[in-house]
């Protein structure tokens, strides 16, 4: 073994009696970021900031609670010390895609409830949650979890014998997943923002292509993750969702294009989503994309 990439030798500190968990803290900060992000694009793309903070934090109480069904459901037959494991959030345990779900329905009702413009909070969320989803990694890094198979590479990540699966107690290390999807998201952010500034993009198009290339990504790493707990015709039941996801968002590019025949930035004022006006008169525009 040349060369390796230790794992933190603790996940959580003292103050006194509280006990901070580093996941935690990562998870807080993935959290404020996105929602800064989304809300500062919004008002950028030529939305309402209000509509963005209303929107943003439906999206974060539902999204979590999304997340974290998706983990616990698969995993209710499995033995545990205690009950409550299902609420004990910082010691890992959320899934992106029920995240996804859950925080997508939260901005379909909240954006188009308040007269907002739907496609427009989803561009603005396209690098939000990307962002976040790359400062998030690092909570598994320190929990050591949501490893791949075991590695012979010099970026191979050590990992403590108590927290080897069963069956590679005897590898020193393990493909650093957790690092990959943290390097992919940057790539995302990178391709989505370059996008977005050259060419003439139709809305919703932005978060469309999220949603293709982590779905992508998220296929290949089921390869050689290890923390799922089933299997269908040699897929995890996540691989299978990343197909599904995929098609979703080609699906969306082709009924984007249909349903947007004018690019975002060439939108007449006014002409965006075409929802209703809110109650108190709130209205939003699909006008010129500022970056």
């Not at 959580?12 to 970021?33: D, E, K, Q």
């Not at 459901?73 to 959320?94: A, N, S």
């Not at 490893?147 to 650093?176: C, M, V």
Request: proline content about 4%; glycine content about 10%; aromatic content about 14%.
């Amino acid at each position: 073994m040349l060369a390796s990439i230790p794992s933190p030798s603790f996940n959580v500190f003292h103050i006194g009696s509280l006990s901070i968990h580093i996941y935690g803290i990562f998870m807080g900060i993935a959290v404020a970021t996105a929602y800064v992000v989304v809300t500062h694009r919004y008002a950028k793309l030529g939305g309402d900031r209000r509509i963005a903070e209303s929107a943003g934090f439906w999206c974060i109480v539902l999204g979590f609670i999304g997340a974290r069904l998706a983990y616990v459901l698969p995993r209710l037959g499995e033995q545990h010390e205690h009950w409550y494991w299902i609420f004990q959030i910082w010691e890992g345990g959320i899934a992106l895609y029920g995240g996804l779900t859950f925080g997508t329905a939260a901005a379909i009702l909240v954006v188009r409830r308040r007269g907002g413009s739907f496609w427009m909070f989803a561009d603005a969320v396209s690098v939000a949650l990307p962002a976040a989803q790359a400062i998030g990694r690092w909570g598994n890094y320190f929990n050591q979890e949501l490893f791949g198979t075991p590695t012979s590479l010099p970026w191979g990540l050590q990992i403590d014998p108590e927290n080897r699966p069963a069956k590679y107690l005897d590898a020193e290390t393990f493909h650093p997943t957790f690092l990959y999807e943290m390097l992919w998201n940057l790539a995302i952010i990178g391709l989505l923002l370059w996008l977005e500034r050259h060419r003439k993009l139709r809305r919703g198009t932005l978060f469309a292509l999220y949603v293709i290339l982590y779905a992508v990504a998220r296929f290949l790493l089921e390869f050689i993750r290890t923390d799922s707990p089933s299997r269908y015709l040699g897929l995890s039941r996540n691989a299978w969702y990343s197909l599904a996801v995929i098609l979703a968002g080609f699906g969306l590019v082709w009924w984007i294009r249909r349903r947007h025949p004018i690019p975002a930035d060439e939108e007449p004022e006014g002409e965006g989503d075409g929802e209703a006006e809110a109650a108190e008169g709130e209205k939003e525009s699909g006008g010129v994309v500022e970056v």
